[in-house]
Nanobody
Framework: QVQLVESGGGLVQAGGSLRLSCAAS????????MGWFRQAPGKEREYVGA????????HYADSVKGRFTISRDNAKNTVYLQMNSLKPEDTAVYYC??????????????????WGQGTQVTVSS
């Protein structure tokens, strides 16, 4: 019952910043926990971070901690991934995902029921 659409990807220089958006359909968005994942060519999908339904709880992978920030605006049915100090190794297709178990932070892709189509982020040196 939830559809997700990512946007905001593109080409950015190393050290730069980019903000991804994930727009969700439906009136139940505010009850969902949201996660961000990424997948580089030839690699498995990797957990990036997650936020609880209220936005009060967040968690990040060690690889992005201190550089990336997840936030959400439930009034707009949108979750954001602010990416700062980008590195070439951040290059990947970024996906957002939704879980009805919104009070928990999940790091495994299998715990998410709904996925967006992904948006490409390319970081050049």
């Amino acid at each position: 019952q939830v559809q997700l659409v990512e946007s905001g990807g593109g080409l950015v220089q190393a050290g730069g910043s980019l903000r991804l958006s994930c727009a969700a359909s439906g009136r139940t968005f505010s009850s969902y926990g949201m996660g961000w994942f990424r997948q580089a060519p030839g690699k498995e999908r990797e957990y990036v971070g997650a936020v609880t339904w209220s936005g009060s709880g967040t968690h990040y992978a060690d690889s992005v901690k201190g550089r990336f920030t997840i936030s959400r605006d439930n009034a707009k049915n949108t979750v954001y991934l602010q990416m700062n100090s980008l590195k070439p190794e951040d290059t990947a297709v970024y996906y957002c995902a939704a879980s009805p178990r919104g009070s928990l932070l999940f790091i495994n892709a299998k715990d998410y029921d709904y996925w967006g189509q992904g948006t490409q982020v390319t970081v050049s040196s």
